[in-house]
């Protein structure tokens, strides 16, 4: 109830940053939904609408002693999932492999464990089986190390036959699609991604791994305020409490170990993606760093199928395959059905149709297209927050991101 008094008497206007007259309901819903804690932390979202940034705002705390700032980088968990299979799109637009070639023909060691026959399309549909972290690992710290996991993925064994079922890869699809893309071309996938998506796309603030020197850019999460107590008695620790998440799995009706498996590394108590050691690994389905602008560009390519000013990166062909879903079914992890394309996901807002598609990220954190409309969205932040599906932000800002771009289209919003 206290978050519907904060966003029902919020500030519409705490924010910095640009927004087109259309587009003003939008922003001032953004700041509505961030008013009440933009002292625990900062938000950004940006907006491109027929290849033109119509909105592009910011507001909060980037640490405690630092505003958010137009050019800060996020670490944004899964929604980086949509960026890897981006550059994966444009080198199969390029010739430089194929969706549907045994991925052991680019990579020999990984036909180990039953997987010669294994493709990019089955990995980036997740219908590949290789979802399990947690019992091909000892340690989550692990995880840093770029060539050890790309053994590790060699070494892996499916746990269900290849393209008879489908679960989600929280961890493992960065390894598994970055490894065939390096394999591939011979190439780091630093140096790919700087030639196919940096530098055509003209990006200021996309990494998978922080350089040094932009690791000041990089919003962190802040820390909890401790609640004064006048009593300091030891006590015992608490048992840990059913969370949202725990229910919504158990409802769901999916194993529980399953998504434990997906998702939980052991020892993740000793890592943490927030830091130095974190953003600077190469763990691209989870901590890849953006700025709101660059991965809203990223979709706003994409939204204009597949070309960006005067460029064509990927070619009308390998943008339809992209496109098209693989299955409409709920997979063994995810609580929803994802309606899993080549990489990305159906757009998830609070009834508005689209046809488009996306990456949303853990920390609900996300970003999406619509090529119909040639709309793309992205949202990035650093408040602690955790769900499957994003938080009610993300699907409040991309329902009226798609009702603003109607009333323009169409000459009413709607809501469905």
């Known amino acids: ?61 980037k640490s405690l002693d630092e505003k958010w700032q ?31 070639a045994p991925i052991a023909g680019y990579w020999p060691e990984f036909a180990q464990n039953g997987k010669a026959q294994m493709t990019l399309r089955h990995i980036l549909s997740h219908q590949s089986g290789l979802y399990d972290i947690r019992n091909n690992i000892e340690q989550a710290n692990e995880m840093a190390d770029w060539q050890h996991m790309l053994q590790v993925m060699e070494k892996a064994a499916p746990r269900f036959t290849i393209g008879k079922d489908m679960a989600y890869q929280p961890l493992t699809f960065g390894w598994l699609v970055g490894g065939v893309l390096e394999k591939a071309t011979k190439r780091t996938l630093s140096d790919l991604m700087q030639q196919y998506l940096v530098r055509p796309l003209d990006l200021d603030g996309a990494y998978f791994g922080v350089p040094d020197a932009e690791l000041a850019r990089v919003a962190v999460p802040l ?3 401790k609640k004064s107590s006048a009593a300091h008695t030891e006590k015992k620790p608490a048992a840990r409490k059913e969370s949202p998440l725990d229910k919504l799995i158990e409802l769901s009706g999916q194993n529980p170990q399953d998504f434990q498996d997906a998702m939980i590394p052991k020892g993740m108590k000793n890592f943490s993606f927030f830091s130095p050691e974190g953003m600077q690994a190469v763990i691209p389905a989870a901590n890849g760093a953006f700025s709101s602008d660059n991965l809203a560009r990223i979709y706003a390519m994409l939204a204009n199928k597949g070309s960006w000013q005067g460029q064509t990166l990927i070619n009308t062909d390998t943008f339809a ?50 090529p119909e409309r040639n709309l793309s969205f992205a949202y990035t932040h650093n408040f602690a927050a955790g769900s499957l599906t994003g938080d009610y932000r993300l699907w409040a800002l991309t329902q009226e991101t798609l009702r603003c771009a109607d009333w323009i289209l169409k000459g009413k919003k709607g809501w469905l």
Request: hydrophobic share 40%; net charge positive; aromatic share 10%.
């Open 1 to 61: 109830m206290n978050q519907v008094k904060d966003i029902l008497f919020a500030d519409p206007k705490n924010y910095l940053g640009q927004a087109e007259a259309d587009f003003q309901d939008l922003a001032a819903l953004f700041s509505r939904l961030q008013d009440a804690r933009s002292t625990q932390g900062g938000a950004a979202l940006t907006v491109y609408f027929q290849g033109q940034k119509v909105v592009d705002i910011y507001t909060g705390q």
């Open 70 to 100: 137009s050019d800060t980088l996020s670490i944004c968990y899964s929604t980086g999932k949509g960026v890897l299979s981006t550059l994966a799109h444009i080198l199969v637009s390029e010739g430089m492999l194929e969706y549907d």
């Open 223 to 225: 820390p909890k305020v």
């Open 321 to 370: 395959a992209l496109r098209a879903v693989q299955s409409r079914k709920r997979d063994r992890i995810m609580p929803l059905p994802m309606h899993w394309r080549l990489g990305y996901h159906r757009v998830l807002s609070l009834g508005k149709a689209s046809n488009g598609f996306g990456h949303i990220g853990f920390n609900g954190s996300g970003a999406w297209c619509d």
